[in-house]
């Protein structure tokens, strides 16, 4: 059985670099170098430490990918992170060896081969530490009990969140990911705009769509595409099939992009052709409602109040009874995250944190109309991600 391989890339630097320099005249100075600013996942890591510190945990076993990829960088598909007070070490298999050198920041990376559970489990048993804790919600009830059976003398604490708190309230760096996948997003959408045409199906819409996001960089979709035509757009998650457009129908587009490990999101509603009176009139209360949404953001706003703002626009025009899922969710290495805009969700909205703005309504029979932003929690407001148009447009 192969060695395990440690290797220290990215842990924690405890030497200061110290210039010694003499002005013209001879005289001895010290002038220091300019500190670089610690990492993003040195800075996650402290917190999460610091989490630990307050529910008197001695280690975290993160199994999550999506919190493994914050923490540490890593993008494979095989990697358990293993956190204590004092240090923290990624294992994976042989197949990502090359790969988790690379990508892991601030972590030891293991390379073992066999089960990486049992590896970690081995350095969690030869190690002092008495009261650990593993992420409840991201295990499944047997693999709970596989740790409760592995680790018999730890006092083992199934933690819930404790990563996806913390991942809430972006750094600028991954807002700006965001932003770029945002962007690559639109510009496919208003590419495949042109393509909308009779006879056209919503899956052929949806592969266009895709293609698109591929050719301009995206790993991938955030989230199957969603294409649907006329009255099949009362469907809030519709997926695209082989129904072919015809004149005069409502078109909903709910699209997303992974770039650089990091979602978009957005929604259009569109018509080809003159949309009808009650069409129209749908369309423009969701809009209102979509938009006095984005004015409700701010930092330190309860999530339910903006879901209220966007209900309450709706509720006058008589379509609130067709409003059937929430205001929006938050946005970042996973296309659904905290926190939730809600009726019940009392959690003020943290800055920085990057949500969507998406109201709808669903009529049965007829039709349904959504339209959906990103947006950065501000102190002064909402930072609109999204910059595709959103009035009516007729193709």
């Known amino acids: 059985m192969p060695q395990a391989q440690d290797s220290p890339r990215g842990s924690p630097c405890c030497f200061q670099a110290v210039h010694q320099s003499r002005d013209r005249e001879g005289a001895g100075q010290v002038s220091r170098m300019p500190q670089a600013e610690p990492s993003p996942y040195r800075i996650r890591l402290a917190k999460l430490r610091k989490r630990l510190e307050e529910g008197r945990l001695e280690g975290?076993?993160?199994?999550?990918?999506?919190?493994?990829?914050?923490?540490?960088?890593?993008?494979?598909?095989?990697?358990i992170l293993w956190v204590t007070l004092r240090d923290s070490f990624l294992l994976t298999d042989p197949r990502y060896d090359l790969q988790a050198h690379e990508q892991v920041q601030e972590s030891r990376v293991v390379i073992v081969s066999g089960d990486a559970l049992v590896a970690v489990v081995k350095r969690m048993n030869r190690s002092r530490l008495s009261r650990v804790g593993f992420e409840g919600g991201a295990v499944s009830f047997l693999t709970q009990k596989r740790i409760r059976e592995l680790l018999p003398k730890k006092r083992l604490v199934a933690t819930d969140g404790w990563v996806e708190t913390l991942r809430i309230e972006k750094d600028e760096g991954e807002i700006e990911q965001i932003r770029r996948a945002v962007d690559l997003a639109?510009?496919?959408?208003?590419?495949?705009?042109?393509?909308?045409?009779?006879?056209?199906?919503?899956?052929?819409?949806?592969?266009?769509?895709?293609?698109?996001?591929?050719?301009?960089?995206?790993?991938?979709?955030?989230?199957?595409?969603?294409?649907?035509?006329?009255?099949?757009?009362?469907?809030p998650h519709a997926r695209a099939g082989t129904r072919p457009l015809q004149a005069g129908e409502c078109i909903l587009l709910d699209l997303?992009?992974?770039?650089?490990?990091?979602?978009?999101?957005?929604?259009?509603?569109?018509?080809?052709?003159?949309?009808?009176?009650?069409?129209?009139?749908?369309?423009?209360?969701?809009?209102?409602?979509?938009?006095?949404?984005?004015?409700?953001?701010?930092?330190?706003?309860?999530?339910?109040?903006?879901?209220r703002a966007t209900r309450k626009v709706l509720e006058r025009y008589g379509y609130g009874r067709y409003f059937t899922h929430g205001t929006g969710h938050g946005v970042g290495r996973e296309i659904?995250?905290?926190?939730?805009?809600?009726?019940?969700?009392?959690?003020?909205?943290?800055?920085?944190?990057?949500?969507?703005?998406?109201?709808?309504?669903?009529?049965?029979?007829?039709?349904?109309?959504?339209?959906?932003?990103?947006?950065?929690?501000r102190k002064e407001g909402a930072e609109v991600l999204t910059r595709t148009p959103k009035e009516l447009t007729v193709l």
């Open 60 to 79: 975290l076993l993160v199994t999550s990918l999506p919190n493994v990829h914050y923490l540490t960088g890593f993008s494979g598909t095989a990697g």
């Open 336 to 377: 659904h995250e905290l926190p939730r805009l809600g009726k019940k969700q009392r959690t003020p909205l943290p800055e920085r944190a990057v949500v969507t703005v998406e109201p709808g309504v669903y009529i049965p029979g007829f039709g349904g109309v959504r339209i959906e932003d990103i947006v950065v929690v």
């Open 186 to 235: 639109s510009r496919a959408y208003s590419e495949t705009l042109p393509l909308l045409r009779p006879g056209i199906t919503e899956i052929e819409v949806a592969a266009e769509i895709e293609y698109r996001m591929r050719r301009y960089g995206a790993e991938r979709p955030s989230f199957e595409t969603i294409v649907a035509f006329g009255a099949r757009t009362a469907f």
């Open 256 to 307: 997303g992009a992974i770039l650089n490990g990091y979602a978009s999101d957005m929604t259009r509603t569109v018509f080809l052709g003159k949309p009808t009176p009650k069409a129209a009139r749908v369309y423009h209360a969701v809009l209102e409602a979509q938009q006095e949404g984005e004015a409700a953001v701010k930092a330190g706003v309860e999530c339910a109040a903006v879901d």
